[in-house]
Nanobody, 123 residues
Framework: VQLQASGGGLVQAGGSLRLSCASS????????VGWFRQAPGKERELVVGIRWSGSTYYADSVKGRFTISKDNAKNTVHLQMNSLKPEDTAVYYC??????????????????WGQGTEVTVSS
């Protein structure tokens, strides 16, 4: 499985970006998909995860601002990011867990990773 993340860029605080994660295979409807981010000097953290059932988990820091959605027909997952803050600056990664782990927020639960797309939010 190959994942391709895109959509990052430079945006001012309060702005919006839409990230996309495209898969080489039809897997998003069967497994858990997560968007993680890693800022310089910090650990990789889950931003949002969506299970095969459609249930979602959002980090507290992004609740109400970020929204994940899936387009199974196009093998794509999107992350709509609104009201961006400088602290959202990071490299964002999409990932897939093919074992449907309970630990949705744990990076080691995921088996396939995209290459990352950089998001920079200026103040």
């Amino acid at each position: 499985v190959q994942l391709q993340a895109s959509g990052g860029g430079l945006v001012q605080a309060g702005g919006s970006l839409r990230l996309s994660c495209a898969s080489s295979e039809r897997i998003f409807g069967r497994y858990t998909v997560g968007w993680f981010r890693q800022a310089p000097g910090k650990e990789r953290e889950l931003v949002v995860g969506i299970r095969w059932s459609g249930s979602t988990y959002y980090a507290d820091s992004v609740k109400g601002r970020f929204t994940i959605s899936k387009d199974n027909a196009k093998n794509t997952v999107h992350l709509q990011m609104n009201s961006l803050k400088p602290e959202d600056t990071a490299v964002y990664y999409c990932a897939v867990d093919i074992q449907r782990s309970v630990a949705i927020s744990t990076a080691t639960s995921y088996h396939f990773w995209g290459q990352g797309t950089e998001v920079t939010v200026s103040s």
